[in-house]
């Protein structure tokens, strides 16, 4: 038989040798400490939580983790919240905005390939879900070997197009810190030019850039509806990276009040080739 959480956190307390008097004593000095009585647990709600399944407050939660010295995320996963489980929920959101990423910072376990086919080449394009013959948990600190502090992570939000239609809006990408510096040269294609990650007053983007004097120029690719900006630079605009590595999804997003430009309209439904690939 399954314990639930208030018999878990029963459990926890019995192993320890507290009466419900000392847990309560012990959290009023929590509540004290953060001038905040809903740290305190008395032994009528006590018993609540343990017995009748009374879900505990995030304040109460974290006194139970202190008094029971157990992580806080444990607890929570008494009550079925695993936070290493946060990636299957992020994106249900559609943030307007892009931004910087932290929200799998503080993941400890990841589910990932343990075992390829013995037949897997990266020579070959393949289908990586038949390529897989085994799933496995993997705790984070494993992978800190490949963890490099250069590298940073942004998410392009659903109201930016700049760099539409290379970068749709909700692509993650993975940005080089080290590369900060605007290069300036020719380029054969517009895959070829280095696109930056921007930090601005009002909040970021990617685009292509080039200095002007003390200006920065946000160059959008040609096809996007965005406008070029020109900042100041450094004071209106910071160049946190060059964009490394892209993940998006196709088909997926959509943006009801974003109306297609012409050029993007013809772009989208000519059948030219090497339309999309040109002006970069």
């Not at 990423?101 to 503080?106: F, G, H, T, Y």
């Amino acid at each position: 038989m399954q314990l639930n959480g208030g018999q878990r956190l029963r459990t926890l307390r019995e192993a320890l040798g507290y009466r419900m008097r000392d847990v309560e004593l012990a959290s009023n000095q929590i509540a004290q400490r953060f001038e905040n009585e809903e740290f305190a647990i008395p032994p009528s709600r006590l018993s609540d939580i343990e017995t009748k399944g009374i879900i505990p407050s995030i304040f109460r939660l974290y006194s139970f983790a202190a008094i029971y010295r157990r992580e806080y995320r444990e607890l929570l996963s008494f009550y079925g919240l695993e936070l290493d489980d946060i990636s299957a929920d992020i994106g249900f959101g559609h943030p307007q905005k892009s931004h910087v990423s932290e929200a799998l910072s503080n993941v400890r376990q990841v589910r990932m390939p343990t075992r390829l086919d013995p037949g897997f080449s990266l020579q070959k394009t393949t289908d990586l879900g038949r390529a897989i013959e085994q799933w496995g948990t993997v705790p984070m600190s494993y992978l800190a070997q490949f963890a490099d502090d250069r590298y940073t992570y942004g998410y392009i939000g659903s109201e930016d197009f700049t760099m539409y239609p290379i970068l749709p809006p909700g692509s993650f990408v993975q940005v080089d810190g080290t590369k900060n510096k605007v290069s300036e040269g020719t380029w054969r294609s517009e895959f070829e030019r280095p696109i930056y990650f921007v930090e601005m007053r009002d909040g970021y983007t990617c685009c292509w850039c080039s200095i002007k004097r003390d200006s920065i120029v946000l160059q959008p690719h040609p096809l996007s509806p965005v406008s070029v900006r020109v900042l100041r630079y450094p004071q209106e605009a910071e160049v946190l990276g060059q964009v490394v590595g892209i993940a998006m999804r196709l088909g997926d997003w959509h943006y009801p009040d974003f109306q297609l430009t012409q050029k993007v309209r013809s772009a989208l439904t000519s059948d030219a080739p090497g339309q999309m690939g040109r002006g970069a």
